[in-house]
């Protein structure tokens, strides 16, 4: 399937490009949501960190997420950084040369690995991070803090990659960067976690995609439980879960010659909604 990826000329390390909200109608009408939720401060949210966790995502549109926001504001609180509830990421994303990692997902390997520097922008903290998929579903984050976002190893870096990474971390280098927007609820009742993501962007030194109108959503917890208000309205509303790589996707519409054919029924996906 061909996509058309927008060309610009080359971004510097972790220079931004030009983002704008992709929530359709009222630019405020996502804030004025959030805005409904009782706060909770990042201090009080380490509580509920979920480092070993399940994970279900789901995609959908940014007016499907208004309609569940609204719906569960009962149910959770908000993070909120220096009263800012809409909190900005960004994550460069390492990778073998050939695509070793990326090719472990796309090829269904059951356990498999990413590697990346995230930036909470809005509280200026960074991680070296490694999330790794076990065979038994699991998510399972490692992340050692950095001063800065990184954008090469360092001897240091590396020498704790060694300790939970299993393959060799002197063949990393940068890939691919992106940019999105993130709501965070914690549940009153559950040990759970909630992101919405949007206005992602994706891009390398040559080209950007923006996924406008697209959200994604993750339910994090600590084990599957059909009581999460979030699942119920998931239910309700009959969005189903299916999987989602930033990592992936960003790569597959980035990067030409590599392996893609599993990935094209969600890039379908994508298009079609991002032309409706």
Partial sequence: METTTQVQPPLQSWALPATAWSFPGDPNQLEAVAQGFDPI??????????????????????????GVLASIQQDYWILSVGDQRLNRYRTLYFDTHDFDLYNLHVNGRSDRYKVRSREYT??????????????KDRTIKERIPTSQPIT???????EWLNGVFPYDSRM????????????TLVGKQLCERVTMDVDLTLFNDHKYRQLEGIA???????????ASPFLTQMRARRIYPQGFSKYC?????LYDGVKKNALKPKLLWLENRMAA
């Fill in 122 to 135: 809005d509280s200026q903290v960074s991680f070296l991070e490694v999330k790794r998929k076990t065979n």
């Fill in 249 to 253: 996707i960003g790569i597959a519409m």
């Fill in 172 to 183: 990393l280098e940068p890939k691919i960067w992106n940019t999105f927007t993130r709501l």
């Fill in 41 to 66: 401060r990042l201090e009080q949210m380490e509580a509920v960190a979920l480092l070993d966790r399940t994970d279900i995502k789901f995609l959908m549109s940014t007016e499907q997420l208004s």
């Fill in 152 to 158: 090469q190893m360092t001897m240091e870096l590396e």
């Fill in 216 to 226: 994604i959503a993750e339910a994090k917890m600590d084990r599957a439980k059909n």
